[in-house]
């Protein structure tokens, strides 16, 4: 039986008129090659791109610098965090509003360690707790329509690659991007979004 990610993959193989399948993303055959370099880079590009609430985090972030003695001490910030090892896209700093406006988003940066290992964040709020996108490899806790753009998207890849019909590849990627805006409508639908931050009583009790 196929595992859960090569079922995505025989999706988008059968997308390109293909009938040979692959058990999982190590088949060693050059579909499965294919369909796994095809498959990690776009299921990690697809949930870079937009704020899914099955891949939605939030972690108080742990400090690693707090003054200029210390090497990861950055100019013109008050403290240096360590990212989440999962955090695939950070999204804001809570600061008592959920999906903050521009005049309400704390300013933030990323930036390399200084040993080019890892990213950092940086910012002057204190205790700085991140809202996040996480990497989120299992895939039954996909939405539903998240599984399907990625599939038009690993077919567009496949087209190209395996099928050699760059004419499909390129509608398939239209309809990725199609497919990748309703899944988005819908992802944004499960949210109610705050229009007032907490009081200050409020943010006490977090």
Not at 38 to 44: E, G, H, K, N
Not at 142 to 147: G, R, Y
Not at 150 to 169: H, T
Not at 181 to 191: E, F, K, T
Request: with cysteine.
């Amino acid at each position: 039986m196929a595992t859960a990610e090569a079922a995505v993959c025989n999706v988008a193989l059968l997308r390109i008129g293909q009938t040979q399948f692959i058990e999982s993303l190590n088949d060693p055959t050059n579909i499965g090659k294919v369909c796994k370099a095809s498959f990690l880079f776009s299921r990690d590009q697809l949930l870079q791109a937009r704020p899914w609430p099955f891949a939605t985090l939030r972690q108080t972030l742990a400090v690693l610098a707090d003054d200029e003695d210390d090497d990861e001490a950055r100019s013109g910030w008050a403290f240096t965090y360590a990212l989440p090892s999962d955090c695939i896209a950070p999204r804001y700093l809570w600061a008592g509003v959920d999906n903050p406006s521009k005049e309400e988003v704390v300013p933030f940066r990323i930036e390399s360690s200084r040993d080019l290992q890892a990213r950092v964040l940086l910012s002057n709020l204190e205790d700085a707790e991140l809202i996040y996108t996480a990497r989120v490899t299992e895939v039954s806790r996909w939405d539903p329509l998240f599984s399907e753009a990625l599939a038009m998207k690993v077919a567009s890849d496949l087209a190209f690659g395996i099928a050699k019909k760059p004419a499909l590849g390129a509608e398939l990627l239209k309809g990725y991007y199609l497919t990748l805006g309703i899944a988005h409508a819908s992802a944004a639908n499960q949210n109610t979004q705050s229009t007032q931050p907490l009081s200050e009583f409020e943010l006490g009790r977090r």
